[in-house]
């Protein structure tokens, strides 16, 4: 299961190299610019019932001073792991860093894979408190995940896609056109029994070259977006991502189209794709700062002026594929 990063830096460019690189690792990143952009996501944190594993919390911030938000940010997450990193280290009164029980100190500049094996060394030596405790929510709860899988040459294309089809935790499974063939769907009921049925039942299939594993999650938002996402009609379906609405193959086409976004701009963002016309569903993928997205229209081209007009120029967008849909029980 992904681990929840809370990162908070004035410097952007830190910001986005150690989210993209912690992303790499397996974390999921929530970059925040300053100390009250930090205090909210905590706020959220708490109304959504979210747990946080580790911060990485700068010192010296323009607006609250580091070590007092530390403070605050360890009384609300008593158990969590917490680094701090500066670019002042010699300036430091190490006596008084001590006082806040941090678990280790990063002088700038440091690059993910520093970062992540410090993480991963403190949390071995004092693992998170929650891992031993399962929440009566999280048993409740559906999980859903994507695999993007591209065919092997030379193999029964219709052979595989009608075993994906047929497999007794897949949703969705549509044959597209681009550099991937098939777009599965999936669902169990628990992040860790998603990721083992996708390396035990999918990847074992013969005929598949290549995957990528990509576990649907629900972006952290106000009460106030989500009242007007559910005002407009959409329900958020937290329970069940990427199954907010049916499709009807016969009266229109439909494309996959995959968004890879900057992760400051989600919150914005999220709402924004959510409510775009044609959008069936909009699904965030956790710890990838991407988006899935189902399009339909009359014809592609109805599908590719909504993706040009509507979609690439927003901005926190930094990449757009689109993979439209094949009927193969009609070809």
């Not at 150690?18 to 930090?38: F, K, M, T």
């Not at 006596?95 to 991963?120: C, H, M, N, R, W």
């Amino acid at each position: 299961m992904q681990k929840k990063v809370l990162l908070v830096d004035d410097e952007s460019a830190l910001r986005r190299s150690l989210s993209l690189g912690l992303n790499q690792y397996g974390y999921d990143v929530e970059p925040c610019e300053n100390g009250l952009a930090a205090l909210n996501k905590l706020e959220l944190y708490k109304q959504n019932d979210i747990d946080l594993d580790v911060v990485i919390l700068d010192i010296q911030l323009p607006d609250i001073n580091g070590k007092k938000l530390g403070r605050i940010i360890r009384n609300k997450y008593p158990d969590t792991t917490m680094f701090y990193i500066t670019g002042y280290y010699n300036d430091l009164d190490l006596s008084e860093i001590e006082d806040l029980q941090v678990d280790g100190i990063l002088e700038k500049p440091f690059d993910a894979g520093t970062l992540s094996y410090k993480i991963e060394s403190v949390l071995e030596t004092h693992p998170h408190k929650k891992e031993t405790h399962i929440h009566e929510k999280d048993t409740a709860k559906s999980v859903s995940a994507y695999a993007l899988i591209s065919a092997a040459d030379n193999t029964d294309f219709f052979a595989l896609y009608q075993k994906l089809y047929y497999m007794e935790n897949t949703l969705y499974c549509d044959a597209v056109k681009g550099d991937k063939d098939i777009f599965l769907l999936i669902q169990t009921d628990s992040a860790d029994a998603c990721e083992k049925y996708y390396k035990e039942s999918i990847l074992s299939l013969r005929g598949i070259k290549e995957s990528d594993y990509l576990p649907v999650g629900v972006p952290v938002l106000s009460e106030n977006i989500k009242e007007i996402i559910n005002a407009a009609g959409i329900t958020m379906f937290e329970d069940m991502p990427g199954m907010n609405r049916q499709r009807d193959n016969k009266k229109s086409v439909c494309s996959y189209v995959v968004i890879d976004v900057d992760r400051e701009y989600l919150t914005n963002l999220y709402p924004v794709l959510r409510l775009t016309e044609n959008v069936l569903y909009c699904d965030y993928i956790s710890g990838h700062s991407t988006m899935v997205l189902m399009l339909y229209g009359t014809q592609f081209s109805e599908i590719d002026k909504i993706i040009e007009k509507k979609i690439i120029n927003l901005e926190g967008v930094l990449k757009v594929k689109k993979y439209p849909v094949i009927n193969i029980f009609e070809m």
